[in-house]
């Protein structure tokens, strides 16, 4: 019992697609059979074939690469003279010591940096409405005492100094106006010191009626007045009232003070006293 059982090593041929027993005359065998010696034929052929394509699309793709490169290239040149043209460019005017563009007619002053044109009425400017190709340092120039290539940082950082007549321009200043806001009364809304003079006043408490002076002789007035007569021996037309008792004398009393008192209170939450 001291044998045990072991498989066969396969191989696997990656043409044919199928297995074999890893043996050399088994391997010898199958590599010379017509099968796969015309399927290996094929294989090779593709492989070529495919070669083949690749190499042209290759080709192809080079080319149309060099085309499209080619057309953007003139229309880049196409491009940039166009913008030279439009942009134009500076030009040393002796009689007015100043660059001139022809294209855009600004005057341009080393000296001091600023630009000097505009229609239909010229003023001098630092941020002249021209385009940045046509700035100077960027549009190209000639002559001059700036050097031909400068650039507009470097023209910025070496120019000459700006005093003269540009440094007399006043300096325009700017006025802040501040707007504020009035407190509003806290009782604005709800009475106080606003309060109508007419009508119930502190209604909400239950207070009586107050009237304006001269409002006529009706309501709690005339009420009261008629009380008023009862406290008194004769009046007007010559008749004389009912005799008060001394009861009914405390009670309007009573309530007269009572009266006095609500209307001092709701005189002072209302902000009268």
Known sequence: MTEYWKSNAMH?????????????????????????????????RDMAKKA???????????????KIEAAAKKQYEQDRKAAEAAAGSWTWDTECSYYYNVTHRW???????????????PEWSQSPPLPTAAMFGVAP??????????????????????SGRLDSLPVATKTVQRVLA?????????GGYRAPTTGRIGGH????????????DGGNVAKRKREEQLTK?????????????????EALTRREA????VAQRTAAGFGYL
């Open 12 to 44: 696997w041929c990656d043409i044919c697609k199928c297995w074999m027993n890893d043996t050399k005359a088994a391997r010898l065998n199958h590599e010379r059979g017509a099968q796969h010696q015309s399927k290996l034929t094929a294989k090779l």
């Open 52 to 66: 083949d394509q690749e190499t042209k699309a290759k080709a192809i793709n080079e080319a149309a690469m060099s």
């Open 107 to 121: 005057y341009y002053d080393p000296k001091t940096q600023w630009y000097y044109g505009g229609e239909p009425t």
């Open 141 to 162: 120039h000639e002559g001059g005492p700036v050097p031909k290539g400068t650039t507009g940082a470097a023209v910025a950082a070496g120019g000459a100094s700006t």
């Open 182 to 190: 009035v407190p509003k009364h806290p009782l604005a809304d709800v």
């Open 205 to 216: 408490m239950g207070a009586g009626v107050e009237v304006e002076a001269g409002a006529g």
């Open 233 to 249: 021996a004769g009046g007007k037309g010559g008749t004389k009232p009912a005799a008060v008792s001394a009861e009914e004398a």
């Open 258 to 261: 009572a009266r006095q008192r």
